[in-house]
């Protein structure tokens, strides 16, 4: 492929940094907590949304990068920010976000929710009947599990917990013992509620509450009799949670996984958050107890978990303060009972929310109750802590059936769950494997073998999400059901390769990740260019999660020069600078976003009219081209493939209700109906073409 020679496309100017870009998504997040447009408990819930991901953001992506500082490896990345210009700039956006966040809390929603009648009760609001209801909550709930630490050379700053709510007290006077304590510490333990309900009979409104951190500020005085309280300030620490197992050393990956979880709670502290009236007496000792620097403080001025704010949305009996109930279409089985025999007719293509994922619940369901199937081989991702589908593979395999399932233990955050279920199905007799050491197997599949007359059978089920019934309500995906022979012995070999640790040879439809999707996608990347240097109409659609991987950044570029038309849907991190002039003209992003996450991959290549159409679980990131088992599956049926084209393209790029386009520079700019144009929500549309709502 010829470069543009004008152009050096390996340029960092040409690149969005990863850390700013996803900054960027989590505030469009928070765009959408102040669109009145979004019914006011939803808005509540996005604005938790903003919150929970940015405790993420610096448990993973701002830990990574104080990492590779401390150790001295920074790596060399296509925008070119070192980890410490990287970090500067973090620091500037976090903090504009967050002050931006608890401006949206404390302007716009408080404000709209009392409108409703729906009070967050303050400190110096509460009548004398709240305050001796809530003293006696303190007395009775509160103080018997709380254990104030006083700070002396006998008692040092207690280990505390990562994302706990503490408090930092300052005092006058001595203790019990004659000693002069000055400074105390007292940790709201995990189990109590952030949010109590005040009782109706005292309250402006049934749904009045108040925050524990306010009964905590009032009453904390009898945590130490005999001594003057001075101030009570409320902080919490995000740390570090990336977990570290040295894979070729560990002989049992699972118990060292056991062993390691613990730490998590406890890793480098890479952010304080503390309430704004806090003396700076006692920021500053906070920020020497963990060596921390100016760029790491963020002082809030409300609750400094605003996630925890997501307990109002369960609490308050509103519906008509939330998006409207709907039905997806039923499961094939309603009309189908018998879903092997449905998918010798012709492929299933499922989209869900819209589409129900209770079709692939039945699936494992009716293999792991039908005498004829003999086997059942499925990879796991992320499926919850109660998850029927185990139940169901926990069936089979003590029906005698043979039962093997890929459990990937390294689920960031879903480690221990994925450690039970590993257990529960071994315990029942199924063959249990963690993937491959060093590659995260984040495949979704499932093969069913199936004895029909005098021959075996292979039915599978290939997915963009994962095998969670939970998440499949609110995140989009796509899932084919098929028993093609040609795809079933694919994934026949990919099993294989899963267990037997043999290699893959001559998939005929999958691509494969670490093996061959990235160089899959960059000749057909190639191909459109050729095509349109040859003077033909060249076409590449795509979406994704994340787009951060630079060849194929660089790719697009190419084919962007050669006037190949780029349309991507990237909802995350989009590392590519659309619309610049001689390099990406051509090339148009955007991100949707709304009631549902967009989780798909999709990758459209219109090959001079032979059109080719992949649904896949990698984004396109170094990790899922290099360092996971992924799979990218063709969508063969015309039918189905044009199904997928209007429902995962078209009306995402038609969307002016719920869409952002990115621009040159890295900003997204909000879509808005033009004057006398329809508004268009994707999301809205698919509830109408197959929910029942």
């Given at each position: 492929m010829?470069?543009n020679?004008?152009?050096?496309?390996d340029?960092?100017?040409?690149?969005?940094?990863?850390?700013?870009?996803l900054?960027a998504?989590?505030?469009?997040?928070l765009?959408?907590a102040?669109?009145?447009?979004?019914?006011?408990?939803?808005?509540?819930?996005?604005?938790?949304?903003?919150?929970?991901?940015?405790d993420?953001f610096f448990?993973?992506?701002?830990?990574?990068?104080?990492?590779?500082l401390?150790l001295?490896i920074a790596s060399v990345v296509?925008?070119?920010?070192?980890?410490t210009?990287a970090?500067?700039?973090i620091?500037?956006?976090?903090h504009?976000?967050v002050e931006?966040?608890?401006?949206v809390?404390n302007?716009?929603l408080?404000?709209?929710?009392?409108k409703?009648?729906?009070?967050?009760v303050?400190?110096?609001?509460?009548?004398?009947?709240?305050?001796e209801?809530?003293s006696d909550?303190?007395?009775?709930?509160?103080?018997?599990?709380?254990?104030p630490l006083?700070?002396?050379p006998?008692h040092?700053?207690?280990?505390?917990?990562?994302?706990?709510l503490?408090?930092i007290v300052g005092?006058?006077?001595t203790?019990a013992?004659?000693?002069?304590?000055?400074?105390a510490?007292?940790?709201?333990?995990?189990?109590?509620?952030r949010i109590?309900?005040l009782?109706?009979?005292m309250?402006a409104?049934?749904?009045?509450?108040v925050?524990l951190?306010s009964i905590?500020?009032a009453f904390i005085d009898r945590?130490?009799?005999?001594?003057?309280?001075?101030?009570?300030?409320?902080?919490?620490?995000?740390?570090?949670?990336?977990m570290?197992v040295d894979e070729e050393?560990?002989?049992?990956?699972?118990?060292?996984?056991?062993g390691e979880?613990p730490?998590r709670?406890?890793?480098a502290v890479v952010r304080?958050?503390i309430s704004?009236?806090c003396p700076?007496?006692g920021i500053?000792y906070?920020?020497?107890q963990?060596?921390?620097?100016?760029?790491d403080l963020?002082?809030?001025?409300?609750?400094?978990?605003?996630?925890?704010l997501m307990?109002?949305a369960?609490?308050?009996d509103?519906?008509?303060?939330r998006?409207?109930?709907f039905?997806?279409?039923?499961?094939?089985?309603?009309?189908?009972?018998?879903l092997f025999?449905?998918?010798?007719y012709?492929?299933?293509?499922?989209?869900?929310?819209?589409?129900s994922?209770q079709?692939v619940?039945?699936?494992?369901?009716q293999a792991?109750?039908d005498?004829?199937v003999?086997?059942?081989?499925m990879t796991?991702?992320?499926?919850?802590k109660?998850?029927?589908?185990?139940?169901?593979?926990?069936?089979?395999?003590r029906?005698?059936?043979?039962?093997?399932?890929v459990v990937?233990l390294?689920?960031?955050?879903?480690e221990?769950?994925?450690?039970s279920?590993?257990n529960q199905?071994q315990d029942a007799g199924?063959?249990v494997v963690?993937g491959?050491?060093?590659?995260?197997?984040?495949?979704?599949?499932?093969?069913?073998?199936?004895?029909?007359?005098e021959c075996?059978?292979r039915?599978?089920?290939l997915?963009t999400?994962?095998?969670?019934a939970?998440t499949?309500?609110?995140?989009?995906?796509f899932?084919l059901?098929t028993?093609?022979p040609?795809i079933t012995?694919?994934?026949h070999?990919?099993?294989?390769?899963l267990?037997g640790?043999g290699?893959?040879?001559?998939l005929?439809h999958l691509?494969e990740?670490p093996?061959t999707?990235?160089q899959?996608?960059m000749?057909k990347?190639?191909?459109?260019?050729?095509?349109?240097?040859?003077g033909?109409?060249?076409?590449?659609?795509a979406r994704?999660?994340?787009?951060?991987?630079?060849?194929v950044?660089r790719?697009?570029?190419?084919a962007?020069?050669?006037?190949?038309?780029?349309e991507?849907?990237?909802?995350?991190?989009?590392?590519?600078?659309p619309g610049?002039?001689?390099v990406?003209d051509?090339i148009?992003?955007?991100?949707?976003?709304?009631?549902?996450?967009?989780?798909?991959?999709v990758f459209?290549f219109l090959?001079d009219g032979q059109?080719e159409?992949?649904?896949?679980?990698?984004d396109?990131m170094?990790r899922?081209?290099?360092r996971r088992?992924?799979v990218?599956f063709?969508?063969?049926?015309?039918?189905?493939?044009?199904r997928?084209?209007?429902?995962?393209?078209e009306?995402?790029?038609?969307?002016?209700s719920q869409?952002w386009?990115?621009?040159a520079?890295?900003a997204?700019?909000r879509q808005q109906?033009?004057?006398?144009?329809?508004p268009?929500s994707?999301q809205a549309?698919?509830l109408?073409?197959?929910?029942k709502?």
């Amino acid at each position: 492929m010829t470069e543009n020679t004008t152009h050096r496309l390996d340029s960092p100017e040409y690149y969005i940094n990863r850390e700013l870009s996803l900054l960027a998504f989590n505030q469009r997040v928070l765009e959408l907590a102040q669109d009145p447009d979004v019914p006011l408990l939803e808005r509540l819930r996005f604005l938790c949304i903003s919150s929970a991901n940015m405790d993420e953001f610096f448990e993973v992506r701002v830990a990574s990068l104080k990492q590779q500082l401390q150790l001295d490896i920074a790596s060399v990345v296509a925008d070119g920010l070192t980890p410490t210009e990287a970090l500067r700039q973090i620091s500037t956006t976090a903090h504009a976000l967050v002050e931006q966040q608890y401006q949206v809390l404390n302007e716009i929603l408080i404000p709209a929710l009392r409108k409703e009648h729906i009070h967050f009760v303050r400190r110096n609001h509460w009548d004398e009947r709240q305050r001796e209801w809530l003293s006696d909550f303190f007395d009775r709930e509160l103080m018997p599990l709380l254990s104030p630490l006083g700070l002396d050379p006998a008692h040092p700053f207690p280990n505390v917990i990562n994302k706990s709510l503490n408090f930092i007290v300052g005092l006058r006077g001595t203790d019990a013992f004659g000693r002069e304590i000055d400074t105390a510490i007292v940790q709201a333990p995990r189990t109590l509620p952030r949010i109590i309900r005040l009782p109706e009979n005292m309250a402006a409104s049934a749904n009045s509450f108040v925050f524990l951190s306010s009964i905590l500020h009032a009453f904390i005085d009898r945590l130490f009799p005999g001594m003057e309280v001075q101030g009570c300030y409320q902080f919490r620490l995000t740390r570090n949670s990336n977990m570290y197992v040295d894979e070729e050393e560990v002989e049992d990956l699972l118990q060292a996984m056991q062993g390691e979880l613990p730490q998590r709670n406890y890793g480098a502290v890479v952010r304080l958050e503390i309430s704004d009236h806090c003396p700076q007496e006692g920021i500053d000792y906070l920020m020497e107890q963990f060596d921390l620097c100016e760029q790491d403080l963020y002082n809030v001025n409300g609750p400094v978990n605003l996630n925890r704010l997501m307990a109002i949305a369960d609490l308050v009996d509103r519906p008509d303060l939330r998006f409207p109930p709907f039905r997806p279409a039923p499961s094939v089985m309603e009309h189908h009972p018998d879903l092997f025999e449905r998918i010798r007719y012709e492929d299933v293509l499922l989209h869900h929310p819209y589409q129900s994922f209770q079709t692939v619940m039945d699936f494992i369901g009716q293999a792991a109750n039908d005498p004829d199937v003999l086997a059942i081989k499925m990879t796991l991702y992320r499926t919850g802590k109660q998850s029927e589908l185990v139940k169901q593979l926990v069936r089979a395999a003590r029906a005698g059936k043979e039962v093997t399932v890929v459990v990937e233990l390294r689920a960031r955050f879903d480690e221990e769950a994925n450690i039970s279920l590993a257990n529960q199905l071994q315990d029942a007799g199924a063959h249990v494997v963690y993937g491959v050491v060093g590659y995260k197997t984040h495949a979704k599949l499932c093969l069913v073998v199936r004895r029909e007359r005098e021959c075996l059978r292979r039915y599978v089920h290939l997915g963009t999400g994962n095998y969670h019934a939970g998440t499949a309500r609110i995140y989009t995906d796509f899932g084919l059901l098929t028993c093609q022979p040609d795809i079933t012995e694919d994934v026949h070999k990919v099993f294989h390769m899963l267990t037997g640790l043999g290699r893959v040879r001559d998939l005929k439809h999958l691509l494969e990740s670490p093996f061959t999707l990235h160089q899959a996608i960059m000749g057909k990347i190639q191909r459109e260019t050729e095509f349109a240097l040859a003077g033909k109409i060249a076409l590449i659609r795509a979406r994704m999660n994340a787009l951060i991987e630079p060849q194929v950044i660089r790719a697009l570029y190419q084919a962007s020069q050669a006037g190949v038309r780029v349309e991507l849907v990237v909802r995350g991190v989009c590392c590519l600078r659309p619309g610049i002039p001689g390099v990406s003209d051509n090339i148009h992003v955007r991100s949707v976003m709304g009631r549902f996450l967009e989780h798909p991959r999709v990758f459209y290549f219109l090959n001079d009219g032979q059109e080719e159409l992949y649904c896949s679980s990698a984004d396109w990131m170094p990790r899922n081209f290099f360092r996971r088992v992924e799979v990218a599956f063709p969508i063969l049926d015309k039918a189905l493939r044009n199904r997928i084209i209007h429902e995962a393209f078209e009306l995402h790029l038609q969307d002016n209700s719920q869409a952002w386009a990115l621009q040159a520079d890295g900003a997204y700019l909000r879509q808005q109906p033009g004057e006398g144009t329809m508004p268009v929500s994707a999301q809205a549309s698919l509830l109408n073409l197959l929910g029942k709502g």
